[in-house]
């Protein structure tokens, strides 16, 4: 292990990237809250100056994963897509069997020029994580109970606002609806074969409601859907711990363009042609299984230098009060200040493993675990 690494590894760094993300977090949070009276008087205005609070949240993480753990995520594309991307909005969908698969959409979001507008179709759960589901309340984030009865009427609302959307977006939808575990996949195969439906290898059975009810409400304004399809090389199954702890991984993303007008409006044929699509995606995981490349020609646009500017804006503003208050606490010798303080420490340490805990696949839902309803026919 090199000096560099040993440094990035150190509690302390874990502690300090931690203190930058979740105070600048608040001030922009709260800088959010303040651009509401907008809203009534100018919605474009409100939307683009969120896009660019968004960002500065957003982009620390991104920042985490290009510039202090220095993962590289390949881009595996065609030329004749490449030249879309960041040029329209469109619905990506992806795999979701990795903790980090956000993260590496969000890296190519950067590199696109579209994270602060970046959207996705998360579960309601997520919308009370301090700070991002904050963030996400003001850039018209569209959550879901993953309850039909009750989303049905709820996300087609939401995905109606997007319509008149200033910027151009990517819209993320995780068709599997959870997170790939060994007993999901198991239970919905059974439901897969219930339906009849070829069985999946590397992929749970896709959910098809939540991709057709976006399909419906955003055709037109949305011009393409980006099929795409992450893997890890050599087994690497990467965290966000590993990340904040300096450990570099190696991502492959294959993403393909389909021209929405080629997605069937029909709801029947809408998911039947999802099913098949993530067929095919099961496929492009069998090859990378096998020979450690999608199809495609590697296209990886070189990350930009403004997520790490950002970072080092926060931490230069908020990194020498705290160095003062650190000193003057010491210096006033009191120690009910001082364990006052080393109590508040924890209790946002704990906090912040919480969030962090989120992403973390044992601490899943246990949504898609249930046994498959029996199908008489
Ligand atoms: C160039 C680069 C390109 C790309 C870069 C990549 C990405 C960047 C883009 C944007 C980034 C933006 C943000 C990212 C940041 C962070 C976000 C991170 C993650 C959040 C994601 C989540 O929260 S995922 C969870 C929430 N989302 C979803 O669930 C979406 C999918 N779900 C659905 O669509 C569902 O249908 C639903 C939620 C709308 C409703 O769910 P519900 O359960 O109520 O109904 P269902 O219809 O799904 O269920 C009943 C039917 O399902 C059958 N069934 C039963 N059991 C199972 C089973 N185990 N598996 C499969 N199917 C099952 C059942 O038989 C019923 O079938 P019917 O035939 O009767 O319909
Ligand atoms: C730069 C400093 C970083 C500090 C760490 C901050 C951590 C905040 C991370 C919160 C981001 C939350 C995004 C998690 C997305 C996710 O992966 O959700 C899972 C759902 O799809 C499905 O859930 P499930 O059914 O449980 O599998």
């Given at each position: 292990?090199?000096?560099?690494?040993?440094?990035?590894?150190?509690?302390?760094?874990?502690?300090?990237?931690?203190?930058?993300?979740?105070?600048?977090?608040?001030?922009?949070?709260?800088?959010?809250?303040?651009?509401?009276?907008?809203?009534?008087?100018?919605?474009?205005?409100?939307?683009?100056?969120?896009?660019?609070?968004?960002?500065?949240?957003?982009?620390?993480?991104?920042?985490?994963?290009?510039?202090?753990?220095?993962?590289?995520?390949?881009?595996?594309?065609?030329?004749?897509?490449?030249?879309?991307?960041?040029?329209?909005?469109?619905?990506?969908?992806?795999?979701?069997?990795?903790?980090?698969?956000?993260?590496?959409?969000?890296?190519?979001?950067?590199?696109?020029?579209?994270?602060?507008?970046?959207?996705?179709?998360?579960?309601?759960?997520?919308?009370?994580?301090?700070?991002?589901?904050?963030?996400?309340?003001?850039?018209?984030?569209?959550?879901?109970?993953?309850?039909?009865?009750?989303?049905?009427?709820?996300?087609?609302?939401?995905?109606?606002?997007?319509?008149?959307?200033?910027?151009?977006?990517?819209?993320?939808?995780?068709?599997?609806?959870?997170?790939?575990?060994?007993?999901?996949?198991?239970?919905?195969?059974?439901?897969a074969e219930s339906k009849g439906?070829?069985?999946?290898?590397?992929?749970?059975?896709?959910?098809?409601?939540?991709?057709?009810?976006?399909?419906?409400?955003?055709?037109?304004?949305?011009?393409?859907?980006?099929?795409?399809?992450?893997?890890?090389?050599?087994?690497?199954?990467?965290?966000?711990?590993?990340?904040?702890?300096?450990?570099?991984?190696?991502?492959?993303?294959?993403?393909?363009?389909?021209?929405?007008?080629?997605?069937?409006?029909?709801?029947?044929?809408?998911?039947?042609?999802?099913?098949?699509?993530?067929?095919?995606?099961?496929?492009?995981?069998?090859?990378?299984?096998?020979?450690?490349?999608?199809?495609?020609?590697?296209?990886?646009?070189?990350?930009?230098?403004?997520?790490?500017?950002?970072?080092?804006?926060?931490?230069?503003?908020l990194l020498y009060p705290l160095?003062?208050?650190?000193?003057?606490?010491?210096?006033?010798?009191?120690?009910?200040?001082?364990?006052?303080?080393?109590?508040?420490?924890?209790?946002?340490?704990?906090?912040?493993?919480?969030?962090?805990?989120?992403?973390?696949?044992?601490?899943?839902?246990?949504?898609?675990?249930?046994?498959?309803?029996?199908?008489?026919?």
């Amino acid at each position: 292990m090199g000096v560099w690494q040993l440094i990035k590894s150190q509690f302390i760094c874990l502690l300090l990237i931690c203190y930058v993300f979740l105070v600048s977090g608040l001030i922009i949070n709260l800088l959010q809250l303040c651009t509401l009276p907008l809203w009534p008087i100018s919605k474009q205005l409100y939307r683009r100056i969120n896009c660019r609070l968004g960002y500065s949240i957003a982009s620390q993480m991104v920042a985490l994963l290009e510039w202090w753990s220095g993962t590289e995520c390949n881009l595996y594309s065609h030329p004749e897509s490449y030249k879309y991307f960041g040029k329209e909005s469109a619905i990506v969908v992806l795999n979701h069997n990795i903790e980090i698969d956000f993260l590496c959409g969000w890296t190519f979001c950067e590199r696109f020029g579209v994270l602060g507008s970046s959207k996705v179709l998360a579960k309601k759960e997520l919308a009370y994580v301090p700070l991002i589901g904050w963030m996400w309340y003001h850039l018209e984030i569209v959550f879901c109970k993953r309850k039909w009865e009750e989303d049905r009427r709820t996300v087609a609302q939401s995905l109606q606002n997007l319509r008149d959307y200033p910027e151009n977006f990517w819209f993320l939808l995780h068709c599997e609806g959870t997170r790939f575990t060994e007993k999901k996949h198991q239970i919905s195969m059974q439901v897969a074969e219930s339906k009849g439906l070829p069985k999946l290898k590397h992929h749970l059975l896709p959910r098809t409601k939540g991709f057709n009810i976006t399909v419906q409400n955003l055709r037109g304004p949305v011009t393409a859907v980006y099929d795409s399809t992450l893997n890890f090389r050599n087994n690497e199954t990467p965290t966000l711990l590993g990340l904040l702890s300096g450990k570099k991984y190696h991502g492959d993303m294959y993403v393909r363009r389909i021209p929405m007008e080629s997605i069937p409006e029909d709801e029947g044929e809408c998911g039947a042609w999802l099913h098949k699509l993530y067929q095919e995606k099961d496929q492009f995981q069998e090859e990378y299984s096998q020979t450690g490349r999608f199809p495609g020609a590697v296209l990886t646009p070189a990350r930009r230098p403004w997520t790490l500017l950002n970072w080092l804006f926060w931490a230069s503003v908020l990194l020498y009060p705290l160095a003062g208050l650190l000193v003057r606490l010491v210096s006033s010798g009191s120690s009910a200040t001082i364990l006052t303080t080393a109590a508040l420490c924890v209790a946002v340490s704990v906090g912040m493993r919480w969030m962090i805990g989120q992403t973390e696949i044992k601490k899943g839902s246990s949504y898609g675990n249930k046994d498959a309803p029996v199908n008489n026919n």
